[in-house]
């Protein structure tokens, strides 16, 4: 059922993963400006997998990158698992991307001269841990989403749903808090889309963890544990279930 | 991370390659040209290294040792009475045609010894002795006057064999090695007296005069008594090497032709590798923002990026001097052209190709600080 938008502005509950108040953000200035986020109010809860839903160009990849931290955003407040990114300096905010947040892009973007363990363990490499234990780590993941074997493999010699698979290796290989995927299955057929959705929803229920997805593909609605519907820059409905939600409004 | 990002740059085969090339290039452009630009500046030296003496007095005009404005017999004397001289020799010095067994013309320097103390003599004989200079019409030739002077014979040039300089006969005593001079020509040597024998006869025969400071003097206290009491010039053999090379960069457009050379493998080198590796950086650009978005701070993208222009330009440079010196050996072998790699050619060139990296490394690292971590989201 479908409970009408904005919540009051109180602190994030405990349950809380992600708490977005009163977001703006416009891209360009004068003439050219597009205001893609308009006073977004927006939560994400722990242990959940959470879908974000709406027209194209309604500002969904626009949230998604103010909530991970790789987008400065104009007026508003945003709370990720306690860390007050409005509050934070750029340094602060790049070092919580690196321990808090998972990736997951819809053009997967491996490095294509890398193999599939070097690609898994760039987080790793990144947070500082030695090369040894990144690959063994990579490896325990690789095998996890389905890849063991392939370890020596670069991206190329791998099919979509495959390096789909190695890029959310590379998304929870540090097991991060959030795991943001931007249309992770849209490159994909429909069984390796949900292969990929089985294993983010099997990450959403462990604890303390939380999975946002952007996607349209109705394919995978199912998989939503609840769905915020935008449309023009705003949040318009926010739905429990994903079978109050068809996509039919637009 | 550090050694994925050489992997990344390494298996970019294509971009390698060329970025490699270039710097190889550069490298061998400036290295081989510098070393063939000292090595003309060294033979400029030739008769310095070949005849020995710590003074050289010579004609107050004389600004180089290949240049001779003739002294008169007394200037001799005169330079021998000045205080703190312990000796001072005459020499000639000239360019002469030697008349081969064919009929053909040969031209050679032609070295006069003093009689007595032959100072100045070759320091490696060959074979036979310089003392037998002494003998009438006798001759120590060097190496490459053998190889020079033989054609005709049956065998090579030697110890007791004849040939002609101004109708006169020369008979070989003697062979000795010497270094290569600016003419390229054979070193033949004579005595004093012999020498002027054979040289066409002119008012002054005189090229040079050479002195010995006495002991406990210094070479360039005496030096600079011989100029204020005769008039004349005399410098230190060190002194004289300077002024010739001097002479060179001012009077010559060697310096110049060559520094544009080098100065091309500069430009070649930044152009190419620039140009390439920033394409590199561009093109993997969307990894650099992915790394970004992951938490790769700048400071360690701007590491990666550094580490990745200078392993490349390490490379590139040893490969380049590998190269410079694999063919300098061959010109050194052959003798021809002119080398002569010193320490500071290498060490400026690393220098170069360290700047050539940084600055491509630094427009990289610009665009890499401009990036906007979000652009990974869009397509
Ligand atoms: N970097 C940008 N510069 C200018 N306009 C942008 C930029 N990113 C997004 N926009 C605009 O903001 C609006 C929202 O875009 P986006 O968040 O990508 O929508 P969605 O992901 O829902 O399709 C669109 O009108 C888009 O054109
Ligand atoms: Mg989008």
Redesign the interface.
């Known amino acids: 059922m479908a409970e009408a938008l904005p919540s009051s502005p109180l602190a994030p509950a405990a349950d809380i993963a992600v708490h977005v108040r009163g977001v703006d953000k416009t891209f360009g200035r004068g003439e050219a400006a597009v205001q893609a986020l308009k006073g977004v109010h927006f939560d994400a809860r722990q242990g959940e997998l959470l879908m974000i839903v709406g027209p194209s160009g309604c500002g969904k ?1 626009t949230l ?2 103010v909530i ?1 931290g ?2 400065e955003f104009d007026t508003g407040e945003v709370d990720v698992f306690g860390s007050a990114l409005h509050d934070l300096p750029p ?1 602060e905010i ?6 808090n ?1 998972g ?1 997951i ?3 997967f ?1 491996l ?1 294509p ?2 193999n599939a363990l ?1 690609n898994v363990s ?2 790793l ?3 500082g841990l030695g ?1 040894k234990a990144a690959e063994s780590r990579s490896c325990q993941m690789l095998e996890k989403v389905g890849l063991a074997g392939r370890e020596r493999d670069t991206p190329l010699q791998l099919s979509g749903g495959q390096q789909q698979r190695v890029a959310i290796a590379r998304a929870l290989v540090h097991e991060p808090r959030l795991v943001i995927c ?1 249309e992770p299955t849209s490159a994909l057929d429909r069984d390796n889309g949900r292969r990929v959705m089985e294993l983010m929803r099997e990450v959403a229920r462990a604890p303390g963890r939380c999975v946002i997805v952007v996607t349209h593909d109705n394919r995978i609605f199912k998989f939503a544990d609840r769905m915020t519907e935008m449309d023009d820059g705003r949040v318009a409905r926010v739905h429990d279930t994903h079978e109050t939600y068809d996509g039919s409004h637009h | ?1 550090y ?2 990002a050489l ?2 740059l390494f ?2 085969r294509g971009k390698y390659v060329m970025l490699l090339s270039g710097l190889v290039f550069a490298t061998l452009l400036m290295t081989q040209q510098a070393g063939v630009f000292v090595g003309i500046l060294e033979w400029t030296k030739g008769n310095l290294k070949n005849m020995r003496a710590p003074i050289w007095v010579v004609d107050p005009k004389v600004e180089q040792v290949n240049e001779v404005k003739a002294l008169r017999d007394t200037d001799v004397t005169r330079v021998r009475s000045v205080p703190g001289v312990a000796w001072a020799v005459p020499m000639y010095w000239g360019i002469l045609q030697a008349r081969l067994i064919d009929g053909t013309f040969k031209p050679v320097q032609l070295v006069g010894l003093d009689n007595a103390t032959m100072v100045g003599r070759p320091s490696r004989m060959v074979a036979g002795r310089i003392e037998d200079l002494r003998l009438p019409n006798a001759v120590v030739i060097d190496e490459l006057a053998v190889e020079r002077l033989s054609r005709g014979r049956p065998h090579p040039i030697g110890i007791g064999d004849i040939f002609e300089m101004n109708d006169k006969e020369a008979r070989i005593v003697g062979v000795c090695r010497t270094e290569k001079s600016f003419f390229g020509y054979p070193y033949i040597f004579a005595t004093y007296d012999q020498a002027l024998q054979f040289a066409p006869k002119v008012r002054k025969m005189l090229s040079y005069i050479l002195v010995a400071p006495k002991e406990g003097r210094t070479i360039e206290e005496v030096a600079a008594h011989i100029r204020s009491t005769t008039g004349l010039m005399a410098y230190s053999e060190e002194h004289f090497g300077i002024s010739t090379v001097r002479w060179f960069f001012r009077n010559t457009g060697i310096p110049t032709s060559f520094g544009m050379t080098i100065a091309l493998g500069f430009i070649v080198g930044v152009a190419v590798a620039g140009q390439t590796f920033y394409a590199f950086i561009l093109e ?1 650009l ?2 650099f923002g ?9 400071g ?1 993208l701007t590491r990666l990026v550094l580490l990745q222009a200078f392993a490349v330009g390490a490379i590139g440079y040893g490969i380049g001097l590998g190269v410079t010196v694999l063919i300098g050996s061959l010109f050194l072998r052959k003798g021809m052209p002119p080398f002569s790699l010193p320490w500071f050619i290498p060490v400026a060139t690393l220098g170069a190709i360290l700047f050539i990296c940084a600055i491509a490394a630094a427009f990289g690292i610009r665009k890499i600080r401009q990036l ?3 652009i ?4």
Do not use: Y
């Open positions: 990849t998604l990158s991970a790789t987008l340094s790049t070092a919580f991307r690196r321990r947040i990736f892009f819809q053009s973007n490095v001269t890398l070097e760039i987080p490499l990144i947070n090369r931007d | 991370m050694r994925l992997k990344m298996a970019d993997n969307r990894h992915a790394l970004k978005a992951m938490g790769a701070s700048d360690l906007e971590p979000a990974v989201f869009r397509g």
